[in-house]
C-alpha cells in the first residue's frame, strides 16, 4: 500500500466493462469497425471481435454486412446479464452512458 492507503492496484480498474464500452461505441457508430474499436479502448483487435461475437451470441447486438463494412443494430429491450440487474433494459445503461442527444 502507498502512504495514502491505496493500492495500486485501483489505478486501472474501471466502472464499465469492454463489453459495455463496445456496445456504447456501436450504439454511437453503426459502422464502427473493430480496429477503431480497438484503438478507441486500448484492447486487441482480437478482444474487440470476441467481444462483437459474445454481443451478437446473446442477442445484444445483430450484425449486416453492407460491403467491406458491417452495420450494427443494438437490442435495447434486452436485460443487462447480471441476475440481480435482470429488470433493468441494455437501453437503460446506455442512455446513462451515451450523451444526451441535440436536435439541431
Do not use: C
Not at 456501436?26 to 484503438?39: K, L, N
Not at 453492407?66 to 435495447?76: M, Q
Amino acid at each position: 500500500l502507498s502512504m495514502d492507503g491505496k493500492g495500486d492496484s485501483l489505478a486501472n480498474w474501471t466502472f464499465i466493462t469492454n463489453h459495455g464500452e463496445v456496445l456504447a461505441l456501436i450504439v454511437q457508430h453503426e459502422r464502427i469497425t473493430a480496429r477503431e474499436i480497438s484503438m478507441e479502448l486500448g484492447v486487441t483487435e482480437r478482444t474487440v471481435h470476441r467481444i462483437i461475437s459474445d454481443l451478437e451470441t446473446e442477442g445484444y447486438i445483430e450484425r449486416e454486412r453492407e460491403g467491406r463494412v458491417n452495420r450494427y443494430e443494438v437490442n435495447h429491450d434486452l436485460p443487462l446479464r447480471r441476475p440481480e440487474r435482470r429488470d433493468v433494459a441494455v437501453g437503460g445503461l446506455l442512455k446513462v452512458l451515451l450523451p444526451p442527444v441535440t436536435e439541431g
